[in-house]
């Protein structure tokens, strides 16, 4: 990997970083400099706007889902694919119950701002309850849409409890629920 790819990379991954920890419309270019390491004029050869690195933030966020579920669905039955996907959720407990959900809270900033970006952190969601859903599919279930979104929907709202609460035993109680309802499937 080249230096110019590695600093765009490092500009990202502290963008996505800063975004989680303190929101889209705190976090400034001069932030996004700093964490990474960057000078802030160069910071404008990778970004011309704080909404071009924000675009680039989500687009990363989205790949590396698109990149995990295909892995899974390579490698593990339906079943097995979603308990991953349980395990990452569960991974994020303590950085959710600190700053909430790094994709559902910017969702509602961003929507909440009308910013152009609110539609494509959307689609981030929209990914993951479209690839829960086929896992259901494959698994035979009645209703696949409705399995997703009850499984969706629980792991929001425990993050947003927790979050609240202060209190990452939330994510990890529901997570378990939902291991236990899967097994039973």
Known sequence: ???????????????????HEQGFGRTTLADIARESDVPLGNVYYYFKTKEDIGAAVVEDRAAG?????????????PRDALMRYLDMVEGQSEAATEFGCPIGS???????????LSRQVDDVVRLQLSWVTRQFEKMGLDNPRRAALD?????????LVANALKDDGVVVQ???ALREWLESL
């Open 65 to 77: 889902f698109r990149s995990m579920f295909s892995a899974w669905e390579r490698d593990f039955p």
């Open 174 to 176: 529901r997570v378990g």
């Open 1 to 19: 990997m080249g230096r110019s790819q590695a600093k765009r990379e490092r500009l990202v991954e502290a963008a996505s970083t800063l975004i």
């Open 106 to 116: 910017l969702c509602q900033e961003l929507d909440k701002s009308r910013s152009p």
């Open 151 to 159: 499984m969706m929907t629980g792991l929001h709202g425990a993050f």
